[in-house]
């Protein structure tokens, strides 16, 4: 899977010295002026500043624009919290008090996706992947089948359609979400009840992408196909 190119990491595997510095004070706007200050690196402090997710995303879309890199510094060595973090777009994570190797081996596992780790994917509504604009990041059900990148795949869909039926064989009302039309139809004919046929997020990347094309003179069909299930 391709994902922006970590330069923090490739300098430090060269052997080159990065100077830091610690951000504490919780705030987008003071981030993005020691961004510009001279630093290599940032440290967006979640364990002992007031950062929430909210503000460390704020503080990353700050720093963005300027070249240094930031470094999120989580509260804990949480597999969702890690999901959510990496979601937001930060590529380089510092956890606190990793006591044990399978502690780490434990982390490690949760920053990569399948197969060789566990973290959700989930990348059509992420701004790690641009919102789908970094074609080769992937989705969820097919990427635990084995079928990473191909949320199409007939054995993909097969299982979906069997959830459907053994769901509704209970008595219990199916959902799924698909936002390919003609998936979705088939998952109303099959029963599913509630059906979500989009995510707002691709549909503002499609529209404002297609709205630029046709008046920039660029192909219109540029906008990220949805792909989500």
Same mark, same amino acid.
């Given at each position: =899977?391709?994902?922006?190119?970590?330069?923090?990491?490739?300098?430090?595997?060269? !052997?080159?010295?990065?100077?830091?510095?610690?951000?504490?004070?919780?705030?987008?706007?003071?981030?993005?002026?020691?961004?510009?200050?001279?630093?290599?690196?940032?440290?967006i402090?979640?364990?002992?500043?007031?950062?929430?997710?909210?503000?460390?995303l704020?503080?990353?879309?700050?720093?963005?624009?300027?070249?240094?890199?930031?470094?999120?510094?989580?509260?804990? !060595?949480?597999?969702?919290l890690?999901?959510?973090?990496?979601?937001?777009?930060?590529?380089?994570?510092?956890?606190? =008090?990793?006591?044990?190797?399978?502690?780490?081996?434990?982390?490690?596992?949760? =920053?990569?996706?399948?197969?060789?780790?566990?973290?959700g994917?989930?990348?059509?509504?992420?701004?790690?992947?641009?919102?789908?604009?970094?074609?080769?990041?992937?989705?969820?059900?097919?990427?635990? =089948? !084995?079928?990473?990148?191909?949320?199409?795949?007939?054995?993909?869909?097969?299982?979906?359609?069997?959830?459907i039926?053994?769901?509704?064989?209970? !008595?219990?009302?199916?959902?799924?979400?698909?936002?390919?039309?003609?998936?979705?139809?088939?998952?109303?004919a099959?029963?599913?009840?509630?059906?979500?046929?989009?995510?707002?997020?691709?549909?503002?990347?499609?529209?404002?992408?297609?709205?630029?094309?046709?008046?920039?003179?660029?192909?219109?069909?540029?906008?990220?196909?949805?792909?989500?299930?």
């Amino acid at each position: =899977m391709r994902t922006p190119d970590n330069l923090f990491k490739q300098a430090l595997a060269r !052997g080159e010295t990065q100077i830091g510095l610690w951000l504490a004070l919780a705030d987008a706007y003071a981030a993005e002026l020691c961004a510009g200050s001279g630093f290599d690196w940032l440290l967006i402090d979640g364990e002992h500043a007031p950062n929430d997710l909210r503000s460390t995303l704020a503080c990353l879309q700050a720093v963005a624009a300027y070249p240094v890199h930031p470094v999120v510094r989580l509260p804990q !060595g949480d597999t969702a919290l890690i999901k959510q973090v990496l979601d937001l777009g930060a590529s380089t994570l510092l956890v606190p =008090m990793v006591e044990s190797a399978e502690q780490a081996r434990s982390l490690v596992r949760a =920053m990569r996706y399948p197969p060789q780790g566990v973290r959700g994917v989930g990348s059509a509504i992420a701004r790690s992947s641009r919102w789908a604009r970094h074609a080769d990041y992937r989705h969820d059900l097919a990427a635990s =089948m !084995g079928h990473l990148g191909q949320p199409a795949h007939p054995e993909v869909r097969a299982a979906i359609e069997a959830a459907i039926a053994r769901i509704r064989a209970q !008595g219990k009302p199916a959902g799924v979400l698909a936002s390919d039309e003609a998936f979705a139809r088939r998952c109303l004919a099959l029963g599913a009840q509630f059906v979500a046929v989009g995510v707002d997020t691709s549909l503002l990347v499609r529209a404002t992408t297609q709205l630029a094309a046709a008046f920039k003179g660029g192909p219109q069909t540029a906008s990220p196909a949805p792909r989500a299930y």
